[in-house]
């Protein structure tokens, strides 16, 4: 079974405080990484695929990184706008390509 | 406009009722899914659908059936609705495999 943890469940840093998110998954063939914003009462929001070990996205303030068991979302100088829930999830070969999500991680960034 | 059109935005109803929940899409793709979401459990899969002739259960499909009325439009029903499916609900797209999903500002569903 397709599992994802992420870890902090909640975390809460100064504007300009640089840190990482992390993403454990245990997966049967990964077919690709997903990282999403999602603000209260809305949607969930787009922000990166990553396909294999060792690739690396980037915008802005955020930067995404993945090895085989893993995945970082680093955010570079928060600002109080980049508070929202951060969710991974992953695509698994074999299983009609459907996304298995996390819990997500509440990032609080105080001015 | 969105992308991504879920309607009601908000509903209460009572135990015992039958609710349909609707999603409809602008961006021409072909898949289209249903989820919950649960403080503290995240988002789970409900149905999911790959064409309009293509409909498959999620991981928690029970108590809830769907309709795919075009390749635009998927709909969620609850034909009893209870106390625990009190919740968000998301509706998601895709144009295939291995692309991002596109989702919709959701339903706040709760059964009173």
């Known amino acids: 079974e397709d599992q994802v943890t992420q870890s902090p469940e909640a975390l809460r840093l100064q504007e300009g405080e640089s840190s990482s998110l992390n993403c454990s998954y245990t997966?049967?063939?990964?077919?690709?990484l997903f990282w999403y914003r999602q603000d209260p009462g809305k949607g969930p929001e787009f922000l990166f695929t990553?396909?294999?070990a060792g690739e690396e996205k980037e915008k802005e303030r955020l930067k995404a990184t993945l090895t085989k068991k893993e995945s970082f979302l680093h955010i570079t100088a928060p600002k109080p706008e980049d508070s929202a829930t951060y969710l991974c999830?992953?695509?698994?070969?074999?299983?009609?390509?459907?996304?298995?999500f996390g819990k997500g991680t509440l990032l609080t960034v105080n001015p | 406009d969105a992308d991504v059109t879920q309607t009601p935005r908000n509903r209460i109803t009572k135990t015992g009722k039958r609710i349909m929940l609707e999603c409809s899409q602008t961006?021409?793709?072909?898949?289209m899914y249903w989820y919950r979401q649960d403080p503290g459990l995240g988002l789970r899969l409900i149905y999911y659908s790959f064409d309009v002739k293509d409909i498959n259960k999620g991981e928690i499909s029970d108590g809830y059936s769907v309709s795919r009325q075009a390749q635009a439009k998927f709909s969620l029903s609850l034909e009893s609705a209870i106390p625990n499916q009190t919740a968000l609900y998301f509706c998601?797209?895709?144009?295939?495999?291995?692309?991002?999903?596109?989702f919709g500002q959701g339903t706040r569903l709760t059964v009173v």
């Open positions: 997966v049967s063939g990964l077919r690709g």
């Open positions: 999830a992953v695509q698994a070969g074999g299983s009609n390509y459907k996304l298995t």
């Open positions: 961006k021409g793709h072909d898949r």
């Open positions: 998601a797209t895709s144009d295939g495999m291995r692309t991002k999903a596109f």
């Open positions: 990553l396909y294999s």
